[in-house]
């Protein structure tokens, strides 16, 4: 399968909550979560490395339609709700067509 869609989006938790806002985004890889979906490619959680509490997420999938379809279910907006809990301000988010490079 290739890539088709993703974005990359940088949140900004609440101060002191980049710990609590990783170890949730990263539940998103647990059986029957977004991420573990045949149809999503990459998944890739980071850390600013001078800024604790900011935390870059990159997607790769399938399809937008795949995209789509999956974050609007049960257990994708469960996360997407309490990611809201934990951000700051809203976030900067930037959809992209992958051309080519390299993912796991």
């Known amino acids: 399968m290739n ?5 990359n989006a940088t949140l900004t938790a609440k101060p002191g909550m980049g710990d609590e806002l990783v170890d949730l ?5 647990d059986e029957g979560k977004p991420a573990a979906s045949e149809h999503c490619l990459v ?5 600013s490395a001078t800024d604790p509490d900011v ?3 990159t997607e790769g999938w399938t399809s937008e339609e ?11 907006q469960a ?6 809990e934990l ?3 809203e976030s900067p988010y930037t959809d992209y067509v992958p ?3 390299k993912a796991f």
């Open 25 to 29: 985004l990263l539940t998103g890889l």
């Open 87 to 89: 951000v700051a301000a």
């Open 66 to 76: 795949d995209h789509h379809r999956i974050f609007a279910g049960q257990a994708a």
């Open 79 to 84: 996360i997407v709700s309490r990611v809201q």
């Open 3 to 7: 890539v088709r869609y993703g974005f």
């Open 99 to 101: 051309v080519g490079g």
């Open 55 to 57: 935390v870059h997420v």
């Open 43 to 47: 998944y890739l959680v980071c850390r």
